[in-house]
């Protein structure tokens, strides 16, 4: 079992009559990366404040292993916060960024030298140690903020967003950095983003915030596959959501009713509830279909618009049993369908996510 090293409990923060963050509790074990996602505003950069000691709560208390630290001082807490706009000193080189942590705790020359020396290298700037700032990328200069954080050893490092002002194909490649960074030293990590793509590329765990509340919590694939309420199944890529009501329940399933017809899906919920059915555009499926258990026949889908992203067509249908619906599809990218169509469209079962309203 691994160790529990940062604890939230009962975590409130306040601004007046505004609440920011309310009531959160949070475990983040040993070597754990996990990302804390949001829409802007939700909460998330607070809680990471937070953390880092930079803002305190008004309430509740905040553990590193068994060392309360909710009072006590940035400089003083085995954490490390790596900010979007990296706070490097323009005036230092390389190495003297590098090693600026180390200096503020008197750690020896001879040390210090040794410890700057793998921190570079363990970024992949091992050559640019006698560079200034203002010669590096911003991919580099993310590189040296990350190796001055690290040189220090926190026992949790906290990125607010530092992604976010590379562009797409320099933060892909820092996001497979970061988590391979992570995994070698076997740091705890807790990153801080409102991408989707990059939360669920990089965690083991997602905290999902909204409103100063985690909203869910979990792996990506649960998170995105099996939402655990209507705002993550929104915020968390596409959905497609199906208002229905049961009609009837026996033994975990329900008979429900819908604008396409009456099926049966996995579901707890008592007769007359009204629920909203989550497939995602991926998971329904153009074409005939085997009549055969655990297969749902959604009817047929004229196409109203079809966009191709590289990785796929987006289709846009009406459907429905009197077309009076939409729906959002992702269909292969060599699919030759086009506006106007009409395709039988069916999804499984088993990937059938029901939610109460």
Known sequence: MKEKQLRLEGICRYYGEITAVEDVDLTVEQGEFLVLLGPSGSGKTTLLSMMGGFTEPSSGKIYIGDEDITSMPPAFRPTVTVFQDYALFPHMSVQDNVGFGLTMRRISRQERIK???????????????????????????????????????????????????????????????????????????????????????????????????????????????????????????????????????QDGRASVVSPYGTFEVPCQLQPGASVNIVWRPEQIRAGSSDPCEGVIDLGEAKVMEVVFQGTH?????????????????????????????????????????????
Do not use: W
């Not at 562009?167 to 996001?175: A, C, N, P, S």
């Not at 269909?331 to 030759?336: A, F, K, L, N, V």
């Open 115 to 249: 410890k700057v020396e793998e921190s570079l290298d363990k970024v992949g700037l091992q050559d640019f140690g006698s560079r200034n700032i203002h010669q590096l990328s911003g991919g580099q200069r993310q590189r040296v903020a990350l190796a001055r954080a690290i040189a220090v050893e926190p026992a949790v490092l906290l990125l607010d967003e530092p992604l976010g002002a590379l562009d797409l194909k320099i933060r892909h490649q820092m996001q497979e950095e970061l988590v391979h960074l992570q995994k070698s030293l076997n740091t705890t990590f807790v990153h801080v983003t409102h991408d989707q793509d990059e939360a669920m590329g990089m965690a083991d765990n997602i905290a999902l915030i909204n409103h100063g509340k985690i909203m869910d919590y979990g792996p990506p694939e649960r998170v995105y596959l099996r939402p655990a309420n209507l705002f993550t199944a929104n915020f968390m890529g596409d959905s497609n959501l199906i208002e229905a009501s049961i009609k009837s329940q």
């Open 313 to 357: 067509r987006q289709c846009n249908v009406c459907c429905g049993t009197k077309m009076d619906q939409e729906l959002t599809l992702k269909m292969s990218p060599r699919s030759p369908v086009a506006e106007g169509d009409l395709l039988p469209i069916y999804a499984l079962e088993s990937d059938a996510v029901v939610l109460a309203d």
